[in-house]
């Protein structure tokens, strides 16, 4: 299963093969022969954006993004509403932390998932189902995850209970043996004996779920792990 960086990287490159076809078209009806023009004045490097001879625009996330955020009162106003001006200046943001090799995490990933889905929903986009569908496989893999870390963390507080319970039994059978065939140091024994087991039950009491869970399956990247953290998936967001 895909990293959340990853997921991003592909709502980047879906949103690109949304929108293109409908800023092209928006920009040729309002600005004619010149659209090329217009576009290229968005941007202040000198890297050439253009394929064919010139002739056809070589798109992707960012430049989508600024274009429509430039162009947008010249061009893209009369379609579209403050609401997918704020998902466009939203998308910004996100493509510029995804280029500058920023940490994503389930609530990034799926927010930008969403609101590239709200954003091609609003042009017409024909791959609006594909991104419906990576957001609903994110969704249902988060889902499975909290459930099996859940079952993990119940299991572990069900066997805590019981390492307790036992504690208190031997705890009590020490102490009534002692009782029962008390002798001079039956007091300083008794004493030990309660010290001891409280400082166990007190620790256990304390002890948190560890990151230890055993065996399992990460439902990322299927691969086996005995963390709670996929070292697979940290070792390839990392890089």
Known sequence: MATYRERVSTALDLLTVGLAPYVEDKLRAIHRDNWMRAV?????????????????????????????WDQWNSVFRHDLGHYERSLVSELREFRNRWAHQQAFDFDDAFRILDSVHRLLTSVNAENVSVIQREKSDLLESHVAEEVNNQVQKTAFQR??????????????????????????????????????????????????APLLYGPRECSRCHRIVYRKPCPYCKSVSEN
């Open 40 to 68: 290229k004045g968005s941007f202040r490097d000198d890297r050439d954006r253009t394929t064919a001879g010139g002739k056809e625009f070589d798109w992707d996330a960012h430049s989508l993004l600024t274009v429509m």
């Open 159 to 208: 066997n805590k209970s019981w390492v307790i319970v036992i504690y208190g039994l031997c705890c009590g059978l020490i102490i009534a043996h002692a009782i029962l065939y008390s002798n001079e140091g039956t007091i300083t024994l008794i004493s030990f004996v309660l010290l001891v087991f409280i400082y166990l039950i007190y620790q256990q009491f304390k002890m948190a």
